[in-house]
């Protein structure tokens, strides 16, 4: 029963940190509707650490993929070969170790004014709790004067053992959540 107690304590608290935090920057001064070509600035993404474990071929490729799409849902066009982007875009991935306490009481009396209480005493036992967070982050930057006129990032709590096709819809959620106030209004 407290192992049960335990677990749905440390599901609660890690659904709570999966609240997403989706983050836009931007320069003001920028045209955005003059923006209408991209292409990738190389390495198209860079992932923090650099760790094989987390570095990979799959991944890459759904990241430039969902990001793809979305500025072709913007009306952003990839630029034809040889042509100068009006957008360079880069993205990274950044993976953190996090850690939250949870504490979980339990004991306790029982009964009413009545009846009288009965039962043991109250414990309270905390626990560190480590998950890790991957966030992915966008940048665009001007291809001209290769200054960054556009940021946008969003973390999610990485779950053990997804599927492969689990990896790709929350890959194109979240680049989707990213991109969602591109153009800055």
């Known amino acids: 029963m407290f192992r049960r107690l335990v677990l749905l304590a440390m599901a609660a608290l890690l ?9 836009h920057d931007f320069d ?12 990738w600035k ?28 979305q500025l072709d849902q913007r009306g952003l066009r990839p630029a034809a070969a040889g042509a100068k982007a009006d957008l360079k875009v880069q993205t ?28 043991g005493p109250m414990y309270n036992e905390t626990r560190n709790v480590s998950y890790k967070v991957a966030t992915i982050q966008i940048d665009l930057l001007d291809g001209k004067d290769g200054k960054l006129v556009w940021r ?5 709590t990485l779950s053990r053992t997804p599927k492969p096709e689990d990896r790709s819809n929350t890959i194109r959620q979240t680049v989707g959540r990213i991109l969602a106030n591109y153009p800055p209004r």
């Open 15 to 23: 659904t709570a940190c999966a609240a997403n935090q989706v983050n």
């Open 28 to 39: 003001a001064s920028r045209d955005f509707a003059a923006y209408r070509s991209w292409s």
């Open 42 to 69: 190389e390495p198209a993404v860079q992932y923090r650490p650099d760790d094989p474990r987390i570095k990979s071929d799959l991944t890459e490729q759904r990241i430039r993929q969902a990001v793809a799409d």
């Open 92 to 119: 990274y991935l950044i993976v953190e170790d996090r850690q939250q306490q949870v504490t979980t009481s339990y004991g306790g009396g029982y009964g009413g004014p009545w009846n009288g209480y009965w039962g």
């Open 152 to 156: 946008g990032s969003d973390e999610q």
